[in-house]
């Protein structure tokens, strides 16, 4: 065990040696108020350096070991998920640098605090969160990570209304993004799984979901397969839209981002409330919740692995619906009370 000897000064100093160079011997030198704080800091030293002997991802930089998990993952994540992960790559190397140039073994839990409280200035709570999965998967078990993470928030969903999908319906007729609109609104289908869809994967009023247009880290559109098991799924789709996809011929030729300008456009011209293509999923989700089929079909024909997103649709749902009861009621309770001042 190292030992510390008291200075002229009064601190303590613990001497260990580190290395040779040109033919000498090197010392790290460990100066505190007290005999066992030097000597703690020098048996810290020493321990790291062992578990660097043993573990030499120790010694790698964060944005080299950074770069190895990324490109590690590339053949079993989806390119989605590897552009996400390059785009935090990129914003940690522009904006922390400082954080990227550190050794694996020399980060904090206060480094990667600072880092997280930054960019929870700027970025949403769900981002933030991105951020540092990422950067705990890097750092692995070097570090136990307990950062405070900015609190989540409860997103704002927007349900459009019957009258409001009618409206579309009549809006996309006879356009390149009627049949979306179609799967989207009453199939519950995502942009890129009806970007994915073919007419061989339709059998009769049967459609079998399972592929996805993703963007790329290369920036190009990639057909692949479900992220998780629940998405592969087959529905029954209503006859009608089966019949209007029969008659075009055809899924569609946009992919998902055309889906969402020209989307975003119809909603403009024709003046109807905005919100996004996604939200047509949530429309068809409460519509089934209102006419009594169970979660748990729900969940199957929408590719949901939990119930998450509809308790959150529901209680949307529930809300508009408790304004509506609480007019009737308010409106019953003053007609009951100007009918009892007119008998007066």
């Known amino acids: 065990m190292a030992t510390a000897k008291k200075l002229p000064s009064g601190a303590y100093r613990c001497l260990i040696f580190d290395h040779m160079e040109d033919g000498k011997r090197k010392y790290k030198s460990f100066t505190a108020p007290t005999k066992k704080e030097a000597e703690y800091l020098a048996t810290q030293y020493i321990m790291t350096k062992e578990e660097d002997k043993k573990n030499p991802q120790n010694k790698s930089l964060f944005s080299e070991e950074l770069e190895k998990y990324i490109t590690a993952k590339e053949t079993v994540l989806s390119p989605a998920t590897i552009r996400g992960y390059r785009n935090i790559q990129k914003m940690l190397k522009e904006h922390y640098p400082t954080f990227c140039n550190m050794k694996i073994s020399d980060i904090s839990q206060e480094d990667v605090q600072n880092?997280?409280?930054?960019?929870?200035?700027?970025?949403?709570?769900?981002?933030?969160?991105?951020?540092?999965?990422?950067?705990?998967?890097?750092?692995?078990?070097?570090?136990?990570?307990?950062?405070?993470?900015?609190?989540?928030?409860?997103?704002?969903?927007?349900?459009?209304?019957?009258?409001?999908?009618?409206?579309?319906?009549?809006?996309?007729?006879?356009?390149?993004?009627?049949?979306?609109?179609?799967?989207?609104?009453?199939?519950?289908?995502?942009?890129?799984?009806?970007?994915?869809?073919?007419?061989?994967?339709?059998?009769?009023?049967?459609?079998?979901?399972?592929?996805?247009?993703?963007?790329?880290?290369?920036?190009?559109?990639h057909l692949k397969a479900p992220?998780?098991?629940?998405?592969?799924?087959?529905?029954?789709?209503?006859?009608?839209?089966?019949?209007?996809?029969?008659?075009?011929?055809?899924i569609t030729n946009l992919n998902?981002?055309?889906?969402?300008?020209?989307?975003?456009?119809?909603?403009?011209?024709?003046?109807?409330?905005?919100?996004?293509?996604?939200?047509?999923?949530?429309?068809?989700?409460?519509?089934?919740?209102?006419?009594?089929?169970?979660?748990?079909?729900?969940?199957?024909?929408?590719?949901?692995?939990?119930?998450?997103?509809l308790k959150s649709v529901y209680r949307h749902a529930m809300s508009d619906r408790r304004r509506e009861m609480s007019e009737k009621i308010n409106s019953h309770f003053g007609k009951l009370c100007n009918t009892k001042c007119n008998t007066k």
Not at 116 to 128: F, R
């Open 227 to 250: 992220k998780t098991e629940t998405s592969d799924r087959y529905i029954e789709a209503p006859e009608f839209v089966i019949n209007r996809i029969r008659e075009v011929g055809h």
């Open 115 to 221: 880092v997280i409280s930054n960019l929870s200035k700027s970025k949403s709570p769900k981002t933030v969160r991105n951020y540092h999965g990422l950067i705990s998967s890097v750092i692995g078990s070097n570090l136990a990570l307990n950062t405070t993470m900015p609190q989540k928030v409860q997103p704002e969903l927007y349900i459009p209304s019957d009258g409001e999908i009618q409206a579309l319906v009549d809006a996309v007729r006879n356009t390149e993004l009627e049949i979306p609109v179609l799967l989207g609104a009453f199939c519950m289908m995502r942009r890129g799984e009806i970007c994915g869809l073919s007419m061989s994967d339709i059998q009769g009023n049967i459609i079998h979901i399972h592929h996805s247009l993703v963007l790329g880290a290369d920036k190009e559109w």
């Open 256 to 309: 998902p981002h055309s889906i969402t300008i020209m989307f975003q456009r119809v909603l403009d011209r024709n003046n109807i409330n905005h919100f996004r293509f996604h939200d047509l999923r949530h429309y068809s989700a409460s519509i089934r919740h209102a006419l009594g089929i169970p979660d748990a079909y729900i969940m199957a024909d929408g590719g949901w692995s939990s119930d998450k997103v």
